[in-house]
């Protein structure tokens, strides 16, 4: 796509739903704002949304951030992230979210205890994917003018620190392959890249958060064409050989 049209493009279409940008429109951060313990000074990223459709991941958002919280101590914009969320749960904000999120720590898991070292941590997926999926689309529109859909498919993987990654990162990671974007990366950095094995198309993606966290996923390009992709509803068996179709 020639730069002219995405430019014309990114003035007049929301990224997150799809639509021509019309009326007011609001500064979208791609991360959200609050994964900065600071946000003074700082040249943050952002996409112009409708208002509306910024404002209906706010609580997803939270929960993200919260949720991947407890699993970032000990490293200094981990550590900076604790006081901001302590400060504003002084001031009386998000103390119902800390204690869900860290009723979602637990010692028994499917009726299995744990060691007392460990604890289980469980993640709501529908909105820990919901903003994943943001972030990934946010920067994918951003550098090549693209909206991928609102609905889609991926798979995902969270890295504690000191915990080994996935496979496929560890490959990756020894592949030399990846560059590395983001102006902050102590708090937030990431990379993409693309993989056409046979004949699919699979985008690739990965997170650094609070210089502790690893986060990857992994999805099927919107112009794949394989099996999975094309498939557009249930599809019925044929009749068994030697089974008798019923005319209608
Ligand atoms: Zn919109
Ligand atoms: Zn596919």
């Known amino acids: 796509m020639g730069q002219a ?6 003035a007049k279409t929301c990224y997150l739903c799809g639509k021509p940008l019309q009326g007011p429109t609001s500064a979208d951060h791609v991360p959200p704002k609050l994964f900065f313990p600071e946000t003074k000074g700082l040249d943050l990223l952002t996409i112009p949304a409708h208002p509306g459709c910024n404002l209906s ?3 997803d958002e939270e929960y993200f951030v919260h949720t991947l919280l407890p699993m970032t101590k000990g490293s200094a914009a981990g550590d900076a992230q604790h006081v901001r969320v302590r400060r504003k749960m002084d001031a009386g904000k998000n103390v119902a979210l800390v204690n869900m999120v860290m009723d979602e720590f637990k010692h028994v898991v499917k009726g ?3 060691p007392a070292t460990r604890v289980a941590k469980l993640i709501d997926h529908a909105r820990f994917f919901r903003v994943l999926w943001k972030i990934i689309r946010g920067l994918h529109y951003h550098h090549s003018g693209v909206i991928l859909p609102e609905e889609w498919g991926m798979r995902y993987w969270i890295t504690a620190r000191y915990e080994p990654p996935e496979e496929f990162f560890k490959m990756y990671a020894e592949s030399g392959r990846e560059v590395i974007h983001g102006a902050y990366p102590k708090v937030f950095s990431y990379f993409f890249d693309r993989f056409k094995p046979e004949n699919l198309n ?5 997170f650094h958060l609070w210089d502790s966290i690893i986060i990857t996923a992994m999805f099927h390009d919107p112009t794949c064409g394989c099996e999975d992709c094309q498939f557009v509803g249930p599809q019925f068996p044929e009749a068994m050989a030697g089974t008798i179709k019923i005319p209608r």
């Open 5 to 10: 049209k995405v430019k014309q493009l990114r």
């Open 57 to 59: 991941y706010q609580l």
């Open 112 to 114: 299995v205890h744990l």
């Open 202 to 206: 699979m985008q690739y993606w990965g």
